[in-house]
Nanobody, 122 residues
Framework: QVQLVESGGGLVQAGGSLRLACAASGRTFSYYAMGWFRQAPGKEREFVAAISGSGGNTYYKDSVKGRFTISGDNAKNTVYLQMNSLKPEDTAVYYC???????????????WGQGTQVTVSS
């Protein structure tokens, strides 16, 4: 069993930055692939970024490439999402998830956090 808690969300102006953190507890963190997803009001939840358990492979949604960076710290059981050059369309609740495969597919992730709100004002 794995418990995930996100933090770091907030209100930021367009062009600003935020760093989200996802703290994991339970089973050994490094076994899992970790992903970040987001859900905007009235829209379906969508993939944002993922990182393999070893940290050697990362994947990004096309619209965030070059702006967002996913990273992990196995010693702290924490995965981060550094978000730069934020746009109003990045506004959403951001969720982290843990699973056995590094994939963009939500159904591949077994454990989910409660989410953290990110609001980008224009």
């Amino acid at each position: 069993q794995v418990q995930l808690v996100e933090s770091g969300g907030g209100l930021v102006q367009a062009g600003g930055s935020l760093r989200l953190a996802c703290a994991a507890s339970g089973r050994t963190f490094s076994y899992y692939a970790m992903g970040w997803f987001r859900q905007a009001p009235g829209k379906e939840r969508e993939f944002v970024a993922a990182i393999s358990g070893s940290g050697g492979n990362t994947y990004y949604k096309d619209s965030v490439k070059g702006r967002f960076t996913i990273s992990g710290d196995n010693a702290k059981n924490t995965v981060y999402l550094q978000m730069n050059s934020l746009k109003p369309e990045d506004t959403a609740v951001y969720y982290c998830a843990a699973g056995w495969r590094t994939t963009q597919t939500m159904s591949s992730y077994t454990y989910w956090g409660q989410g953290t709100q990110v609001t980008v004002s224009s």
